[in-house]
Structure formats: structure tokens, C-alpha cells
């Protein structure tokens, strides 16, 4: 199936549903192993970034020029290739969108947006300050990812994909998401937001 890429908030609904009426195949549970985890899960969790990116507004000083790219780093093997294929290369208002492994905390000062597979641990505190002070948008996966300090969850609700967003987190790393397009993925159901407790 071909990715459809649009740029109004419908859009990210109407992409959303797509996938789930066509019958892609999802782990029965947010908890399954790698080895259970459809590559086409992470095709369409990359699509879902790649069209939040196109909502989201990062600090003016997150770019060196106008035209600099959108930097996705994904920290996890299981989704590099598939975030690759599906996004890298794309355009996002002029800046074209490049997907990087990362391996190390070091690699991630030039991400806009760093992808974590629950694969890997969930953020430390380290990590957690440091995408705040870069103003790195964190999107994973694991229960407990928000709660470690993450801005975005993907989960599972009867079998459809969903966001959990930490828009707290989001605003102290000087982010924001278009409030038009938060509050339409809040009304629709694909997304919720979560405030954590001081």
C-alpha cells in the first residue's frame, strides 16, 4: 500500500484509519516482543511522525538555515529501516526530512525528533534534560515512557494506533503542536493528552 502524505490535520486521521481498515497487522499487546512487532507497524509509526512534524513548531534557533532538514533519529535497529524507506528524503515546508540511527546520547544534539523502540530503555534523566535543553521532540513506545519524562507514546487500543502526549513536556523544551491539529487528533480518539503529577 502506498503512504499517503497530506498536510491538513485530516489528514493525519484519515491516514490513521486507512491502516487500520485495511487490516494491518498488530501485536495484540503494547507489551509484545520485537520478534511479534509487523514491519508494517513502524511504517505507519513513521508516517504518524512525519505528519505531526508537519505541525509541530521547534524553537527558531533548532535551525541553522531555512532550508536545514528535519533529523529523525531512531534509536532502535528493529525501525530504522522502515522509518528510513517511508520518510527519509521527504519534504517538510522546504526541509527535507533525514532519518539517523542513534547509538550513543552524543549523536542526538541535531535531531528534531528522536525515536525510542521498546527495545531500548526508557529515557534516563540525562537523556530526559538533555532533549529538553536541545528542544528534541521524544516519541516512544513503553508504558512507562512518559512517565520517565517522554513527550509522545504510541500504544495500542483495541488494535488501533493511538498517541499519548505529554504537552507539558513538550511546552518545557520550548515545543509546540498547531493547537488545530492537537485538538482535532484529541476529538477524533487518536490521541489523548496525559499531565503528570508535580
Known amino acids: 500500500m502506498r503512504l499517503p502524505f497530506l498536510s491538513t490535520p485530516a489528514a493525519i486521521l484519515a491516514l490513521a484509519f486507512s491502516f487500520v481498515f485495511s487490516g494491518f497487522p498488530f501485536p495484540a499487546s503494547a507489551q509484545a516482543t520485537t520478534s511479534q512487532i509487523s514491519v508494517d507497524e513502524y511504517s505507519l509509526k513513521a508516517a504518524f511522525l512525519y505528519n505531526l512534524a508537519k505541525f509541530m513548531d521547534w524553537p527558531p534557533n533548532k535551525f541553522e538555515n531555512d532550508d536545514s532538514p528535519i533529523i529523525i533519529g531512531v534509536e532502535g535497529p528493529e525501525a530504522l529501516e522502515k522509518f528510513t524507506v517511508v520518510v527519509n528524503g521527504k519534504i517538510i515546508a522546504r526541509r527535507k526530512v533525514v532519518v539517523r540511527p542513534i547509538r550513543s546520547d552524543a549523536e542526538i544534539k541535531d535531531c ?4 525510542i523502540t521498546r527495545s531500548q530503555d526508557d529515557p534516563t534523566m540525562e537523556l530526559r534534560n538533555l532533549a ?5 521532540l521524544t516519541v516512544g513506545e513503553s508504558d512507562k515512557f512518559l512517565d520517565s519524562g517522554g513527550m509522545i507514546r504510541f500504544y495500542l487500543e483495541a488494535d488501533n494506533l493511538r498517541l499519548e502526549i505529554n504537552n507539558d513536556s513538550i ?3 520550548g515545543l509546540s503542536i498547531k493547537a488545530n491539529a492537537l485538538s482535532t487528533l484529541v476529538n477524533k480518539g487518536i490521541a489523548k493528552l496525559k499531565k503528570l503529577q508535580p
Open 112 to 115: 528534531q525528533i528522536l525515536f
Open 132 to 136: 529538553e535543553k536541545l528542544a528534541i
Open 171 to 173: 511546552h518545557h523544551a
